[in-house]
């Protein structure tokens, strides 16, 4: 029989997709004011990797990435998931006709061998966490870099979002006493 351990801290990180730059500075400023500083925040780039914001965002979109300073439990991932959903509801903009999303938060956290991303859609090759959020492994990291999976989305299989990854992987590796030889 197994023992039973609790699990090791992992890095919380977010990723967004925003056109208004007040409006990204708010969702960080709420984001840091629940769970601390960010060590490693990239810069923005163009989202052009999908069409799929288009109609509810609009044109002009920009991603960017940031990861925390504090290590986190994995098991609140679904917490901060419906966190950062409540938080896309309050900064999003009101009109007459309905609500529409100002900034999309996608919450996600690393262990130093793989990268896992919270969602609210269920698939085939995502886990239940419970309270209607799932997890998803998003990418693995082999020989000193990261590896698609054949679910990844395009943004993430981007050496932009790699780069962020390895700096805040080198991060959580100066901050953990880990040591998985499939990581190395």
Do not use: C
């Amino acid at each position: 029989m197994g023992k039973i351990h609790e699990p090791t801290p992992v890095k919380l990180f977010a990723g967004f997709i925003y056109a208004d730059e007040l409006v990204l500075r708010n969702a960080m400023n709420s984001l840091t004011a629940r769970f601390g500083p960010v060590d490693v925040e990239s810069e923005a780039i163009r989202f052009t990797f999908t069409e799929y914001y288009k109609k509810e965002m609009g044109e002009g979109l920009w991603r960017k990435y940031i990861s925390f300073a504090k290590l986190i439990s994995p098991d609140e991932l679904s917490t901060i998931k419906h966190f950062t959903n409540d938080l896309e509801m309050k900064l999003a903009i009101k009109s007459t006709e309905a609500a529409s999303r100002s900034i999309n938060i996608d919450p996600g956290y690393m262990e130093l061998s793989k990268v896992i991303l919270a969602s609210t859609k269920n698939f085939s090759h995502r886990i239940y966490l419970g309270n209607g959020i799932y997890a998803e492994v998003t990418l693995l990291f082999r020989d000193r870099r990261f590896i698609e999976l054949e679910w990844t989305y395009p943004d993430y299989r981007n050496d932009f979002v790699k780069t962020f990854l390895l700096k805040a992987r080198t991060m959580l590796a100066g901050q953990s006493n880990q040591v998985h030889p499939e990581s190395n």
